[in-house]
């Protein structure tokens, strides 16, 4: 009679442990999401081609795939660079630029949410090829960084969760300025005369439509 309840005893011992065991282990963690986008758009602000400094716009277009909060991206723009019209010597030319680039969501709405928004930042590079309209190229590699915000809506009764909505975000692109002779000397009120910047920068401000799954 003593064996019998050492071994019950045993067995609702062993039982409760697998119990507890089985309460207690997590579930596996479910991968991240994956999800695929485009976006056309008009870009405005100005691009700097070593003196030439004026107004510029154009079009920009991009895809990318996100894994989570990262995506990697490649986008399109053509944009027009030139002298503002007050200039004297008008010099006018039109750039065509192909980069790539990663992109992290700092915040953004869940997947099951029917309001798709991100807020994000982007880093990445490129190439220009200026097209100046009365003959000559200029071509170089850049480099990228934009801060952004989506917002548009998400149908969450289909599995794929389709989002369509609109984008807009500043971006700015630092390239090497082309070769000057031009000599040390002071454009302005100043304590020293230097040579012009051996770096270009273009500001943009990006306003479209986006769209994936």
């Not at 928004?117 to 220009?128: D, F, H, I, N, R």
Request: hydrophobic residues 40%; proline residues 5%.
């Amino acid at each position: 009679m003593t064996k019998l309840a050492a071994v019950t005893v045993l067995a609702l011992s062993t039982a409760a442990s697998a119990q507890t065991l089985v309460a207690t282990s997590e579930p596996p963690t479910p991968p991240a999401p994956r999800s695929i986008d485009a976006r056309v758009g008009m870009m405005l602000g100005g691009a700097d081609a070593g003196d030439v400094n004026g107004f510029s716009f154009g079009g920009t277009a991009g895809v990318g795939y996100g894994i989570g909060d990262n995506s990697l991206r490649a986008t399109f723009d053509y944009y027009s660079v030139g002298d503002n019209a007050d200039e004297v010597m008008q010099r006018h030319g039109r750039t065509t630029r192909l980069g790539a680039a990663v992109r992290h969501s700092f915040r953004s709405t869940g997947r099951d949410s029917g309001m798709a928004a991100s807020l994000w930042g982007e880093l990445g590079g490129g190439y220009e090829r200026l097209a100046w309209l009365h003959g000559g190229l200029l071509e170089r590699a850049d480099a990228e960084l934009a801060f952004g915000v989506d917002l548009g809506f998400r149908n969450t009764r289909t599995t794929d969760k389709n989002t369509t909505g609109y984008f807009m975000d500043f971006r700015a692109l630092l390239a090497e300025a082309p070769p000057s002779d031009a000599m040390a000397t002071c454009g302005g009120p100043c304590t020293e005369a230097t040579a012009p910047p051996r770096a270009d920068v273009g500001l943009f401000f990006d306003l479209g439509v986006q769209w994936g799954h």
